[in-house]
């Protein structure tokens, strides 16, 4: 099918419509959103002489709802300019205009006579061949086009997202009885490459892949808290990050969500999935009932597994519910001697082994909880799906997982995942079996770079279908490792492009980190034709390894921490001036030395959810290594004609004095730290590594030399420092600032302005780096300034001193 989606419908401005709605205006979609007409006045309206006529009035719920989306926390949003790409309306003056739109989307109450008069309505107005999809989360899909023309049916399905839609990368495509095959091809092709998204292909089944082995998970949970006597905090502590899932685990997470949502679907699951072998664990145990009688529903109500209070001191707590007595209860330390083997265990797949095995509560319950998973989840197949992988593509987009029940299967062992089933008393589903008899020992094997996955009709290793658009470091590092060293690996990534992935904790930069980016451009300079810095892990990097910074400052060891800082900036600079192009490819947080790096590669390939900034002042520095002197460049690289310069130098000096940190890729270009018609942004962060080696290969195609230094960068010398000066005598006056604050904001102050000189002067690049790294190296010999490191490493939130 080919099919250009310019613009969207969504019907439904619920939570939901509204952040579908945000996403597609992320990707550049116009949209238009519809929603219904309030029969009655509200008392503002009132107050203004407002009728039911009035536009205002029939647009309020639309756009009420919009508002309170676009202001919401974390932003469904890019950038809020993007907003105006989203036109609103309601179903009564607007819907003849669903006519010009390429996609409709269904967002509306979940009840099936709703949608039923919903679809009839869009029917009237609805172009042939366009696309029709319902956002739904478990009505059956067969159930909603009935009645409905063959042409609708045949464009119409389930596409649903999960909440919410910029962050979750699942998108469940769910096909009708007469659903074209060239339809869900296409959406599946259109949400990974264009959404951004984790596109699945489920069966028209009760919640279908995500919620169904999601919720079972959490019911699970649910019922074995009281078998195993455990508290909240307890539970929560073993389902978090120690096995590679978020930091809300489980009950936290279900106060986000809202237990009335999780008790909705748990109960249509249980009404229809009667010949489900664990049907009797979705019936919800005694102490879910009271918090629905109560209506403590989480956040939404200000209370559910965790409540917010205060003190007798006006001091927030956090309280917990004890599920024994059904109180709220002052919050209690979670520690077990099997979470202190896998303290040592950096990868989160490495430490299942050791989990499994441990010999207190904390073993018994992943036996338990693991044994449960893999019995129920080997027994969806082929009710849900008919491949394994999907359900594990599934549970890490849809629910934040790192990896899948058959990965986790895997790194336990499938002997040892059978005896964790058979200590349940449950039994697999038979293929398990048949699959053990016939010599296959893993779900999973990785060969010339793809991973396969075991087909059970075949009763073979099948290629996953989808990956030639990737490039999946876990599968080449071993086989195309061209250097290694404790906290980098170098891959030839084919074609010439050579990538550096860091593998120190979070992606720190420390020694070895440097010493592996001048060997990885030492041999993309002598063999190669480009380099990509990059990796697949959580974050790019969270800056420069302050621990070792603190240490060398502490210990006096000041030349030794000049050097440090000197081999950080010509590491930097000869990312600038290599003989080769060289690509940063940030996510996630890419903070402080993540930012520098980036900002002296030849381009940045971001994915749209990267968080990036110059944080040194967290710490009490100004960024050292080139970030300060890198943001001078660019000041003066703006100065235009008849510009106020001072007031362009000081957007940038307040960028880094205040610490932004970009919520997304878009809104660093506003930052001055990506720049518009050379970087660019990956929507979908699986791409972004053979997106960026693409562009490695094609600017060392297109002739790529090496740049000439900078000589005729222009500083404003006493100028700019006179006023940035008078600024921060004022911040510190009005108590904005401390006198911490001000010392380094005017070391900052004088490296951007290029020190006290008379005059505008033009200088060389090395001119600026030597005033910031005096800058910064005197900064390390201020008490205050190592409070604010040694606070920041034990607690990890900065210090205002």
């Given at each position: 099918?080919?099919?250009?989606?310019?613009?969207?419908?969504?019907i439904?401005?619920?939570?939901?419509?509204?952040?579908?709605?945000?996403h597609?205006?992320?990707?550049?979609?116009?949209?238009?959103?519809?929603d219904?007409?309030?029969?009655?006045?509200?008392?503002?309206?009132?107050?203004?002489?407002?009728?039911?006529?009035?536009?205002?009035?029939?647009?309020?719920?639309?756009?009420?709802s919009?508002?309170m989306?676009?202001?919401?926390?974390?932003?469904?949003?890019?950038?809020?300019?993007?907003?105006?790409?989203?036109?609103?309306?309601?179903?009564e003056?607007?819907?003849?205009?669903?006519?010009?739109?390429?996609?409709?989307?269904?967002?509306?109450?979940?009840?099936?006579?709703?949608?039923?008069?919903?679809?009839?309505?869009?029917e009237?107005y609805?172009?042939?061949g366009?696309?029709?999809?319902?956002?739904?989360?478990?009505?059956?899909?067969?159930?909603?086009?009935?009645?409905?023309?063959?042409?609708?049916?045949?464009?119409?399905?389930?596409?649903?997202?999960?909440?919410?839609a910029?962050?979750?990368?699942?998108?469940?495509?769910?096909?009708?009885?007469?659903?074209?095959?060239?339809?869900?091809?296409?959406?599946?092709?259109?949400?990974?490459?264009?959404?951004?998204?984790?596109?699945?292909?489920?069966?028209?089944?009760?919640?279908?892949?995500?919620?169904?082995?999601?919720?079972?998970?959490?019911?699970?949970?649910?019922?074995?808290?009281?078998?195993?006597?455990?508290?909240?905090?307890?539970?929560?502590?073993?389902?978090?990050?120690?096995?590679?899932?978020?930091?809300?685990?489980?009950?936290?997470?279900?106060?986000?969500?809202?237990?009335?949502?999780?008790?909705?679907?748990?109960?249509?699951?249980?009404?229809?999935?009667?010949?489900?072998e664990?049907?009797?664990?979705?019936?919800?145990?005694?102490?879910?009932?009271?918090?629905?009688d109560?209506?403590?529903?989480?956040?939404?109500?200000?209370?559910?597994?965790?409540?917010?209070?205060?003190?007798?001191?006006?001091?927030?707590?956090?309280?917990?519910?004890?599920?024994?007595?059904?109180?709220?209860?002052?919050?209690?330390?979670?520690?077990f001697?099997?979470?202190?083997?896998?303290?040592?265990?950096?990868?989160?797949?490495?430490?299942?082994?050791?989990?499994?095995?441990?010999?207190d509560?904390?073993?018994?319950?992943?036996?338990?909880?693991?044994?449960?998973?893999?019995?129920?989840?080997?027994?969806?197949?082929?009710?849900?799906?008919?491949?394994?992988?999907?359900?594990?593509?599934?549970?890490?987009?849809?629910?934040?997982?790192?990896?899948?029940?058959?990965?986790?299967?895997?790194?336990?062992?499938?002997?040892?995942?059978?005896?964790?089933?058979?200590?349940?008393?449950?039994?697999?589903?038979?293929?398990?079996?048949?699959?053990?008899?016939?010599?296959?020992?893993?779900?999973?094997?990785?060969?010339?770079?793809?991973?396969?996955?075991?087909?059970?009709?075949?009763?073979?290793?099948?290629?996953?279908?989808?990956?030639?658009?990737?490039?999946?470091?876990?599968?080449?590092?071993?086989?195309?490792?061209?250097?290694?060293?404790?906290?980098?690996?170098?891959?030839?990534?084919?074609?010439?492009?050579?990538?550096?992935?860091?593998?120190?904790?979070?992606?720190?930069?420390?020694?070895?980190?440097?010493?592996?980016?001048?060997?990885?451009?030492?041999?993309a300079?002598?063999?190669?034709?480009?380099?990509?810095?990059?990796?697949?892990?959580?974050?790019?990097?969270?800056?420069?390894?302050?621990g070792?910074?603190?240490?060398?400052?502490?210990?006096?060891?000041?030349?030794?921490?000049?050097?440090?800082?000197?081999?950080?900036?010509?590491?930097?600079?000869?990312?600038?001036?290599?003989?080769?192009?060289?690509?940063?490819?940030p996510?996630?947080?890419?903070?402080?030395?993540?930012?520098?790096?980036?900002?002296?590669?030849?381009?940045?390939?971001?994915?749209?959810?990267?968080?990036i900034?110059?944080?040194?002042?967290?710490?009490?520095?100004?960024?050292?290594?080139?970030?300060?002197?890198?943001?001078?460049?660019?000041?003066?690289?703006?100065?235009?004609?008849?510009?106020?310069?001072?007031?362009?130098?000081?957007?940038?000096?307040?960028?880094?004095?205040?610490?932004k940190?970009?919520?997304?890729?878009?809104?660093?270009?506003?930052?001055?730290?990506?720049?518009?018609?050379?970087?660019i942004?990956?929507?979908?962060?699986?791409?972004?590594?053979?997106?960026?080696?693409?562009?490695?290969?094609?600017?060392?195609?297109?002739?790529?030399?090496?740049?000439?230094?900078?000589?005729?960068?222009?500083?404003?010398?006493?100028?700019?420092?006179?006023?940035?000066?008078?600024?921060?005598d004022?911040?510190?006056?009005?108590?904005?600032?401390?006198?911490?604050?001000?010392?380094?904001?005017?070391?900052?102050?004088?490296?951007?302005?290029?020190?006290?000189?008379?005059?505008?002067?033009?200088?060389?690049?090395?001119?600026?780096?030597?005033?910031?790294?005096?800058?910064?190296?005197?900064?390390?010999?201020?008490?205050?300034?190592?409070?604010?490191?040694?606070?920041?490493?034990?607690?990890?939130?900065?210090?205002?001193?």
């Amino acid at each position: 099918m080919n099919k250009h989606i310019k613009k969207v419908a969504v019907i439904g401005s619920g939570i939901m419509g509204s952040g579908i709605a945000c996403h597609f205006a992320n990707i550049g979609v116009e949209v238009l959103l519809l929603d219904i007409v309030p029969r009655e006045l509200n008392d503002k309206e009132i107050a203004k002489g407002l009728t039911l006529e009035d536009k205002a009035v029939r647009n309020r719920l639309v756009n009420d709802s919009l508002a309170m989306a676009l202001k919401s926390k974390p932003s469904p949003i890019y950038h809020q300019k993007f907003a105006n790409r989203i036109t609103t309306g309601n179903l009564e003056d607007d819907i003849s205009k669903i006519a010009e739109v390429d996609w409709i989307i269904e967002v509306v109450v979940e009840r099936l006579d709703i949608k039923k008069k919903v679809f009839e309505n869009l029917e009237k107005y609805r172009t042939k061949g366009t696309l029709i999809t319902s956002n739904t989360s478990g009505i059956p899909i067969k159930f909603m086009s009935e009645g409905r023309s063959e042409d609708f049916q045949k464009h119409f399905c389930g596409t649903h997202f999960f909440n919410p839609a910029r962050y979750l990368k699942l998108f469940e495509i769910i096909p009708g009885p007469k659903t074209a095959p060239e339809v869900l091809d296409f959406l599946n092709g259109y949400g990974e490459q264009f959404l951004g998204k984790t596109s699945v292909v489920a069966k028209d089944t009760p919640a279908f892949i995500g919620n169904r082995i999601g919720i079972f998970s959490i019911q699970s949970l649910f019922h074995m808290v009281k078998d195993l006597n455990m508290t909240v905090e307890e539970v929560d502590k073993l389902t978090g990050p120690v096995i590679g899932r978020p930091k809300s685990a489980t009950f936290r997470t279900v106060d986000v969500v809202g237990l009335d949502t999780l008790v909705h679907v748990a109960n249509g699951i249980y009404e229809n999935c009667k010949d489900d072998e664990r049907i009797e664990l979705f019936k919800l145990p005694s102490f879910i009932d009271t918090m629905m009688d109560n209506k403590w529903l989480g956040s939404k109500t200000g209370q559910g597994f965790y409540k917010k209070s205060k003190d007798k001191d006006g001091k927030t707590e956090i309280l917990t519910l004890d599920l024994d007595t059904m109180d709220y209860r002052s919050k209690k330390s979670a520690k077990f001697d099997t979470l202190e083997l896998t303290k040592t265990v950096d990868k989160v797949i490495d430490r299942f082994t050791v989990l499994v095995n441990g010999k207190d509560k904390a073993g018994e319950f992943y036996r338990k909880s693991f044994g449960q998973l893999f019995a129920y989840v080997s027994h969806r197949i082929p009710e849900i799906t008919d491949e394994l992988y999907k359900i594990d593509d599934a549970m890490k987009a849809g629910f934040g997982w790192e990896h899948g029940p058959f990965q986790i299967w895997d790194a336990i062992g499938l002997e040892k995942g059978l005896e964790l089933v058979k200590a349940e008393g449950l039994q697999v589903a038979d293929w398990v079996n048949e699959m053990k008899s016939a010599g296959t020992s893993t779900f999973y094997t990785v060969k010339d770079g793809a991973t396969f996955y075991y087909d059970i009709p075949k009763k073979s290793m099948e290629k996953v279908p989808g990956q030639d658009a990737f490039i999946i470091l876990d599968n080449i590092r071993k086989s195309n490792e061209v250097f290694k060293n404790k906290e980098v690996v170098i891959e030839d990534l084919g074609d010439g492009i050579l990538n550096i992935e860091f593998q120190s904790k979070m992606n720190t930069i420390g020694a070895d980190v440097l010493i592996g980016l001048n060997k990885a451009i030492d041999l993309a300079e002598k063999d190669f034709q480009g380099l990509v810095v990059g990796n697949q892990g959580a974050n790019f990097s969270v800056g420069a390894n302050i621990g070792m910074i603190f240490m060398m400052a502490v210990e006096q060891e000041y030349d030794e921490l000049n050097h440090s800082i000197k081999m950080f900036q010509d590491t930097m600079m000869r990312m600038r001036y290599s003989a080769i192009p060289t690509i940063s490819a940030p996510h996630g947080m890419c903070l402080g030395g993540g930012c520098e790096l980036s900002l002296h590669a030849d381009k940045v390939v971001a994915a749209a959810e990267t968080y990036i900034g110059l944080v040194e002042f967290g710490v009490g520095v100004i960024p050292g290594g080139g970030g300060s002197k890198e943001f001078a460049v660019r000041a003066q690289d703006t100065f235009k004609k008849n510009d106020v310069e001072l007031n362009v130098l000081q957007e940038y000096f307040l960028t880094i004095g205040m610490a932004k940190v970009s919520t997304s890729a878009h809104e660093a270009y506003d930052l001055g730290i990506l720049q518009h018609g050379k970087d660019i942004v990956v929507i979908n962060k699986d791409r972004q590594i053979a997106t960026a080696k693409a562009h490695a290969k094609l600017m060392a195609e297109a002739g790529y030399t090496q740049p000439p230094k900078r000589k005729d960068i222009k500083v404003l010398g006493k100028q700019a420092l006179g006023m940035f000066l008078v600024g921060t005598d004022a911040m510190e006056a009005s108590h904005y600032i401390s006198e911490h604050d001000k010392k380094i904001a005017n070391k900052l102050a004088y490296v951007m302005a290029g020190g006290d000189l008379s005059e505008p002067t033009l200088v060389n690049e090395q001119y600026l780096l030597d005033l910031e790294r005096e800058a910064f190296l005197s900064l390390c010999t201020e008490r205050k300034t190592l409070e604010r490191i040694q606070h920041m490493l034990k607690t990890g939130k900065p210090l205002r001193n």
